[in-house]
């Protein structure tokens, strides 16, 4: 029978991940399979690979045929490699010692390109926290500064009026003084006026009472006048 290596969809909507197994090639793409030889983790990253290599280079040996994505996936975690390198030792251009090493220096240096891809990621992700932290730290003082900026004229207004009460204070002070000047010298004056005036009005009250005694004398004249004028009668 074929044998397929292939990817088995699992997880939810929109976050899916796959197993990678050894399935008949007649078998629906989610039904029964083989052998699972590992598990593909995309929403990772980098993503999520972990993979049986030993159990996927026998199926290749036995004649199993991966799919694209499958042999990409093999490939990257040498599986196809050591499937190679154990076709030179069937064919004695190889020992296993020699296939090993050579396997293993391969392991390392790809372990070292995955390492600096991961620091790479790392780096990228501190950098964009630093520039996030600069952007909202600069946002942060435009909108102190603006703060600072709408708060500045209500203070010097309120230095101005302070100033300005200050300064109407002292005039006010002054136009006080002026005013008691001017308040005590007509009081001096109005009392001489009203003193004068009594006087005067003394003055006046005299004659009047001289009238009167010229009145009644007259009277009096024409009284008698009028009695000697009966007694001649």
């Not at 036995?62 to 990257?76: E, F, K, V």
């Not at 909108?143 to 010097?156: D, G």
């Not at 009594?198 to 009145?215: C, M, Q, S």
């Amino acid at each position: 029978m074929p044998v397929k290596i292939r990817l088995q969809r699992h997880g939810k909507k929109g976050k899916p991940f796959y197993w990678i197994v050894a399935a008949d090639s007649r078998a629906k793409r989610d039904g029964k399979f083989l052998e699972k030889l590992g598990i593909y983790n995309p929403n990772t990253n980098p993503a999520t690979i972990e993979l049986n290599i030993d159990n996927s280079v026998s199926w290749l040996q036995n004649g199993a045929q991966p799919s694209d994505t499958a042999r990409a996936i093999l490939s990257y975690k040498g599986a196809l490699m050591k499937h190679h390198l154990l076709g030179g030792v069937r064919k004695g251009a190889l020992t296993e010692e020699q296939m090993e090493a050579k396997f293993n220096a391969w392991l390392e240096e790809k372990e070292k390109t995955i390492a600096s891809k991961v620091g790479g990621l790392d780096k990228a992700k501190a950098d964009a926290k630093k520039k996030a932290l600069a952007a909202e730290k600069e946002a942060n003082e435009k909108r102190a500064l603006a703060a600072t900026t709408v708060e500045e004229p209500a203070e010097t207004a309120n230095e101005t009026t302070v100033e300005e009460v200050k300064e109407t204070g002292d005039a006010g002070a002054e136009t006080v003084e002026t005013v008691e000047e001017v308040v005590a010298t007509p009081a001096a004056v109005v009392e001489e006026k009203v003193a004068a005036p009594a006087e005067e009005v003394v003055e006046i009250a005299e004659p009047a009472k001289e009238d009167t005694a010229k009145t009644e004398s007259v009277e009096t004249k024409v009284a008698s006048k009028e009695a000697a004028s009966g007694e001649e009668e």
